[in-house]
């Protein structure tokens, strides 16, 4: 893929392609594209040219359709960091509440946990997590 793309017929046709400077051919894709091996360098696209500016490209390499590919691509991209971030986000959230449980079992604990509300006193009593946290801060 080339940094340079001609927008009209007229650019397209003072182009050169790879080393030896093949002329353009009107019939073909004005994109160049590497070869099939290292040695064989760029060449013209062999695609018939169907789309974009005055009929230039191929399917594939219609600078519209790139467009769109890419940002369809970073769309894509973004909704996944989003969700990422969103359940980091969770996750600190949930750490941050077991840690507020450990707290409150720690300092409820033994003869003061009948103060807390049943709902409170069960989940600290049933969570073996909360309960390795307290064993370790009792150690």
């Not at 790879?18 to 994109?31: D, I, L, S, T, V």
């Not at 769109?68 to 691509?73: C, I, L, T, V």
Request: net charge positive.
């Amino acid at each position: 893929m080339s940094s340079y793309n001609p927008t009209t017929r007229k650019e397209a046709e003072a182009r050169t392609y790879g080393r030896p400077g093949f002329a353009y051919k009107p019939a073909q894709c004005a994109e160049s594209v590497s070869g099939a091996d290292i040695w064989s360098g760029s060449h013209q696209c062999n695609r018939k040219a169907v789309a974009g500016p005055e009929k230039l490209y191929c399917g594939q390499h219609d600078p519209a359709a790139k467009k769109a590919k890419a940002d369809a691509r970073e769309a894509a991209d973004n909704a996944r960091w989003l969700a990422r971030d969103a359940q980091a986000e969770l996750t600190t959230d949930r750490r941050k509440a077991f840690d507020t449980l450990v707290e409150v079992a720690h300092w409820f604990s033994g003869d003061r946990l009948h103060f807390l509300p049943k709902y409170l006193a069960d989940e600290i009593a049933d969570n073996r997590s909360v309960q390795r946290e307290l064993a370790k801060s009792r150690a």
